[in-house]
């Protein structure tokens, strides 16, 4: 079989996913761009208004500016927290101690349960009168906060909910543990290396490729923050006092809430080219301080 007809059949062979991607992705992708210079609310046709809806967006939109601050406060806050969290969770679990496997199950459990009945549950701990949380607070007698019913602790309480999945980044990390060489720990402990120079000189760049993949998707996962706000801030609206309004949560509102497609639509794509500035960005930084096997 000559090389153009191998061709041919490759390109038959992706045909599916060539249309998936035109129909799917690349079309909607297009449609969204075009329509973000239109007033389009779905019932009516699009009409061509420039950069109004942008202007809007930045001039005259408070709650636009409201939804982009909780949103970065949310990523700002949970990103290094669950990393970190994952490390050191990761780096207990990777012990040779009788009945680890129990543990690792444990600690991974909360990265398969259902989303909305998690939600749920939290809502359930967290509730300021007959929540778990505050009746232990309770105990040492602190007066626990009104968790999401409190502006000041709504964010603070969905990464605390954050923090409790970190066992789905723990089982990277520890896979990645699990494949350093030991011959590296017996060299370093020969010429005097403390435990805690072992794992900050050999642990962590060892692993550091895995914290910058780690780091790059939770960052785009976390700028993508909705089913929390909206199962569980009062009337799906990021109450209270728009502490929970995310970004996500406020464009759905914008298109079918309002219907105020075309906006929403441009919404869209300024988060679009906030995370892909700041993916850049990490795959910049990333150059000082993630170490490759082969390098």
Known sequence: MNKKKENIYGYIFILPWIIGFLGLTLGPLLFSLAGSFTNYNVTSRMDFIGFENYSRM?????????????????????????????????????????????????????????????????????????????????????????????AGWAKPSLIFMKLWSAGGSMLLYLAAMQGISKTLYEAAVMDGASRAQLFFKITLPMVSPIIFFDIVTSTIGS?????????????????????????????????????????????????????????????????????YEGD
Do not use: C
């Open 58 to 150: 930045f001039a005259h939109d408070d709650l636009f500016w409201t939804s982009l601050y909780n949103t970065m406060y949310f990523v700002l806050f949970s990103v290094p927290l669950t990393t970190i969290a994952a490390i050191l969770i990761s780096t207990m679990m990777n012990q040779s101690i009788p009945g680890m496997r129990i543990f690792r199950t444990i600690y991974y459990l909360p990265a398969i349960l259902s989303g909305v009945g998690v939600y749920l549950l939290w809502m359930q701990l967290l509730d300021p009168s007959t929540g778990l949380i505050n009746q232990f607070l309770d105990i040492f007698g602190i007066e626990g906060p009104n968790w999401l019913f409190d």
């Open 223 to 291: 700028f993508q923050i909705f089913q929390e706000a909206y199962v569980m801030s009062a009337d799906n609206a990021g109450a209270p006092e728009n502490s929970l309004l995310f970004y996500n949560l406020y464009m759905w509102i914008k298109a079918f809430n309002v219907f105020d497609m075309g906006y929403a639509m441009a919404m869209s794509w300024i988060l679009f080219i906030i995370v892909l500035l700041l993916t850049l960005l990490n795959f910049k930084l990333s150059k000082r301080w993630v170490h």
